[in-house]
């Protein structure tokens, strides 16, 4: 039981450069999150996902996209990155369906955009 | 009034003593505060958490004091341990469809051996 993986771990972009950020989960969760985490600004939700082929916006959703095609993976893209988005990306899961709010973290993603 | 409020910044404390982190919210719609621990390098972990219909939860050395008419609510570690230096950050949730999941800036907690 992994729990919540991130690939990959560190990435480095130039501006205008895509990526995607994979994220994981083997916990049969339901909902998944992207957020980002700036200094002194805690978590910013990005996008969620409340099941398989459904994704919203979160509170910072412009310049990322997201996919959920598997019920286990949820996609975070930068189609044209900036250094704006230079930051540390955090996938998240949880079984809020099944009445939990409690939400298991990956071990993050650092972005550097130069 | 999204926002969570969170304080001190960064906190040093000496190994025994007491750690107090306090956060404020302006949503009475909240209905979840959950305390978050994250070391360095690492993803957040669920470190505690509270609804509003009680006024405290205790588990181990870490208890959560709920202030519903203050609209506060604060972490207490007791007995702090150098192994407690990590960043804390508290959240609020809105029990809607979907989710409204907010974070406070966090805390750094450093325990001095």
């Known amino acids: 039981n992994a729990g919540v993986t991130q690939t990959p771990k560190f990435r480095v972009l130039k501006t205008g450069q895509s990526m995607t950020l994979l994220c994981a989960q083997d916990?049969?969760?339901?909902?998944m999150y992207w957020y980002r985490q700036d200094p002194g600004m805690g978590l910013r939700l990005i996008h969620y996902?409340?099941?398989?082929?459904?994704?919203a916006k979160g509170e910072v959703p412009d310049g990322y996209n997201v996919s959920r095609l598997k019920k286990q993976n949820f996609l975070l893209g930068l189609e044209s990155a900036a250094p704006s988005q230079t930051s540390v990306y955090f996938c998240?899961?949880?079984?809020?369906?099944?009445?939990?709010?409690?939400?298991?973290f990956g071990p993050g993603t650092r972005l550097t955009v130069l | 009034q999204q926002q969570v409020k969170q304080s001190p910044q960064s906190l040093i404390v000496q190994k025994g003593g007491i750690s107090i982190i306090n956060c404020a919210y302006e949503?009475?719609?909240?209905?979840?505060f959950p305390w978050y621990q994250q070391f360095p390098g690492k993803g957040p972990a669920l470190l505690i958490a509270i609804r509003p219909d009680v006024s405290e939860k205790k588990e181990g050395r870490f208890t959560i004091s709920f202030n519903k008419s203050a609209k506060q609510f604060s972490l207490h570690i007791m007995d702090s341990q150098p192994g407690d230096s990590a960043t804390y950050f508290c959240?609020?949730?809105?029990?809607?469809?979907?989710?409204?999941?907010?974070f406070g800036p966090g805390t750094r907690l450093s325990v001095l051996p």
């Open positions: 959240a609020a949730l809105l029990d809607n469809y979907g989710q409204n999941f907010v």
């Open positions: 949503n009475t719609a909240f209905d979840y």
């Open positions: 998240a899961s949880s079984d809020r369906a099944g009445g939990s709010d409690t939400q298991y």
């Open positions: 996902s409340v099941g398989e082929g459904t994704t």
């Open positions: 916990m049969n969760h339901e909902y």
